[in-house]
């Protein structure tokens, strides 16, 4: 009602229209206006905004022409936004969207701001960039529409974003404390990425979706490769990311969680998720659990390779399924105490070359442990050609301390598991154990190291190898130490020398037939393991083995049918342990 007469339309005590109500409203939430009186010992006055936490519509700040275009969302409604900011207090509060509107080059700006939050109420209720360019304000990845500076409990909730390929991100955020990015949508491409965070600590960007970026750019990129730009303490959960030109989760984080997000459609390159190094910064203490990466260049990366010298660390990869990538389903480069664990790692490599389910390229005590790594595929449809691969390639110590446990590597195109190495890398106290690796083209396990001595010691214990298309294990190090492994020749079939050969393959397997067509004069066995114990079963009367050379036998052997002969391996020499005329 009215306080006073203003005319004798309105009189003292008539009611005030809706539009004076909205005025009056708007009039007490100035600052300037809407202030309580200091009262009592050590009062100080304060405003309506510093009171509580506010709810204020988007709405009441339009214009009657923003308000006729919502849904077109033609018209910036830039300066509409600030305004209904500036209504909040020191305890902010949360301006409600109501539909789609037009931001232009101005944008939003939330900078040093508490407890705002900008929530979208409908649907596609949100904005579109309009008017602005690639290069506005001056191009460079800290360029965007939506930019948070320096706040702290700030976020975007439930809005509907048009990024409408303009500027580098949607939405970018620096030095932001527990601020958030939840519910919302990012479509059509951000020249950088859909959303870029670098330098804060507690940010949470949970169960949104993103698609559609544009080429060579990322869906989100939190923490960044510059000196104190990572993100602290951040989460990332829950997201729908699809259709990225590049990586679709990337940056870098130090005690950062990045848990069952789906990052699918990558458009064969980048990642799906990828914690970077720089000579200025790295990863540190970062889970990645529960995901699935699909059809990117890499499912996983744990470091940079070409960020060479430059690693993450305490990285913990468990629980992900990572399918149909063109490399790598999970590929660690730069690595100290890594553990990929219980991860899945399928019908990767799809664009030819060498890759594997797992691959580590250079790393400090890594554990492999418990992951299934195969092909789905039979016979030359299957493109993943290792389960686990190891290759040093650039220089000595390049792997240490890798424990490779309880894997299943099964049905690959080559390898279940292969270590290697080439070039000058090496590869220091290596151990494969428990590991289950059938049914793979040519071998279970295979070590094959450039010269002796590159990768050592070597472990191989208690591995169960069937059913591989040429070994079941074999290996290079004669420093190998093999013990309670389970091969195809412990079940029913014996594997048979190749007839006529004078140094043949005694690879992964402890029990051999030896049936020449022709006089034979054996003068060793390759790819033998020190310690390696064989037994070979004769079923000819051609084959010979002289007490010289690399033998050392009771006397000179000359086989018979059904001969048995049992020999060990020890600094490169196979010694005679018996022998039998059967």
Known sequence: LRAVTDSAATTKGSRLTSQELDNNFLHVLDSANGTFTASGS??????????????????????????????????????????????FGANGGTLVVPGYFGLGATGIALTSKTGIVIEGRGPKAGFKAIGTSTTDGGGGIGVSWIRFTTNTRCGLRNLYLDNNAKV??????????????????????????????????????ARNVLQTNAANSRGMWIGNVNASTEETDCLIDGNYISGMGASSIGGVLIRGVISNNRCIDGGNSGSGIVQAASANAHAKDVAITGNVCKGHGQGIQVGDPSAAGNYVEQITVSGNVCTTNVVNGIGIYEGRDVAINGNVCRDNLTG???????????????????????????GASRTQNYGILVNAATGASDIQDAQITGNVCYNNLIHGIFVTNSGSGTIVNLSIVGNSCPSNATSGIRVANVADGNIAPVICVGNLCLGNGTNDIRMDPTSAVLSGNFFSSQQTIVPTFTSLDATPSVSGRTVWRCNNGGATTITNFDDGMEGQEITILFNDANTSIADAGNFRLSAAFSSSQDDVLKLVLFTSVWYEVSRSAN
């Open 42 to 87: 050590g009062a100080t006055s304060s405003s309506v905004q510093d009171r509580g936490r506010l709810e204020i519509n988007l709405w009441d700040a339009l214009s009657t022409a923003e308000k006729a275009d919502m849904g077109t969302a033609s018209l910036d409604v830039s300066t509409a936004v600030a305004t209904a900011i500036g209504w």
């Open 168 to 205: 580098q991100n949607a939405v970018s955020g620096s030095v932001n404390t527990d601020c958030f990015i939840e519910g919302c949508t990012i479509v059509n491409g951000a020249l950088n990425a859909s959303i870029f965070f670098y330098g804060g600590t507690g940010n949470k960007f």
């Open 352 to 378: 030819g070359g060498t890759g594997a389910g797992i691959y580590l390229s250079v790393g400090k005590r890594v554990a492999i442990s418990g992951n299934i790594c195969n092909d789905t595929r039979a």
